[in-house]
């Protein structure tokens, strides 16, 4: 038994099914977003899509080339990584600022650990990281959808003179800090289903990453513990604090409908790299992800968590996967 076991970096895919085909499964699985975009913020969405997926896949590319190694461009890794990346920014960040972004992405948080099954961080999370440091008020500057203002299509993509919109997730914060009420978001509840909303390209619509998330569900890509957990331990303190305060927090439904964490938990905290290995290290990863989220848009000073949470318990991967120890092929785990 054990001269048939692999050591190999991750990911680890316990099926037939190539690291080419699971990439594969979530572009199809963002398709849905992708078209909402382009049909919510038409050229704004095209031009951030190719921007961030043309430079990371030239990036990945360029550092193979340095580095004397095999072009890994087929794994459809990199391509992932641009998509991800591209549906967390604002539609209207100028492309030069998506091009960086996506740069830094792939060459320091990927192939600078040695590649795919190597990086500790998730490489679209890195680089919107980075973005944000580096560019804040590019990176909070959200386009009012073309379905909510006719002439949008028309204007060049240019964060200073698109229709500006604050997010739910910004009147949210105006209502925790007693400047407004959370009924204001509330009335928010359908168009953030939809996406009549501003917000990030891959945000702004709940109905296209729920269906999304169902098919890598349904096709068994990603496991069922991160999604649960992190939705579940997020639905918990969304619910603590809309009992303490209705005025002050959202109710859980609309925590979970606006900002990135459908995204979030279905496309960038199942990274089979970053995630932990076992289901139970995976409910512990899940929870973090919702938790922390939760803490950041209900206490700290930022309005949205997603991100920050996704870093931080990526960190905490490897201390994962050795309090919840898998067991070993023909044997147990010595107590």
Not at 48 to 73: F, H, Q, Y
Request: hydrophobic share 55%.
């Amino acid at each position: 038994m054990l001269s048939k076991i692999t050591v190999a970096p991750a990911p680890h895919i316990a099926r037939s099914h190539s690291t080419q085909s699971i990439m594969l499964d979530v572009i199809l699985a963002l398709c849905p977003a992708m078209l909402a975009g382009m049909w919510l913020f038409h050229h704004f969405a095209v031009v951030l899509l190719i921007a961030c997926i043309g430079s990371c896949m030239l990036t990945e590319w360029a550092c193979n080339w340095i580095r004397r190694k095999p072009n890994s461009l087929d794994d459809l890794s990199a391509m992932v990584s641009g998509i991800l990346l591209a549906m967390s920014l604002p539609p209207a960040l100028p492309y030069w600022a998506a091009i960086i972004g996506s740069v830094f992405a792939i060459a320091v948080g990927k192939m600078v650990f040695g590649g795919l099954g190597c990086n500790v961080f998730n490489p679209a999370m890195i680089g919107r990281a980075f973005l944000t440091a580096s560019f804040g008020t590019l990176m909070t500057t959200w386009t009012v959808p073309a379905t909510m203002d006719a002439q949008m299509p028309t204007l060049r993509p240019d964060a200073a003179i698109a229709t500006t919109q604050a997010t739910p997730l910004a009147w949210s914060k105006e209502a925790i800090k007693g400047k407004t009420d959370a009924s204001v978001v509330a009335a928010q509840r359908w168009d953030s289903f939809v996406g009549q909303v501003g917000g990030c390209l891959g945000e702004t619509s709940a109905l296209a990453m729920l269906i999304g998330g169902a098919y890598l569900l349904i096709r068994g890509t990603i496991s069922w513990q991160i999604p649960v957990s992190a939705l579940l331990a997020a639905a918990v303190c969304a619910t603590i604090g809309f009992l303490i305060n209705p005025a002050r927090y959202m109710s859980p439904d609309l925590h979970i409908l606006t900002g990135g964490l459908l995204m979030g938990v279905f496309f960038i905290a199942t990274d089979p790299v970053t995630a932990p290995l076992s289901g139970r290290g995976m409910l512990i990863f899940g929870a973090g992800v919702g938790g922390l989220t939760m803490l950041i848009r209900m206490v700290g000073e930022y309005p949205e968590g997603v991100m920050y949470a996704v870093l931080i318990m990526n960190a905490f991967t490897p201390l994962i996967d050795r309090f919840c120890k898998l067991i070993p092929a023909g044997g147990k785990v010595n107590g």
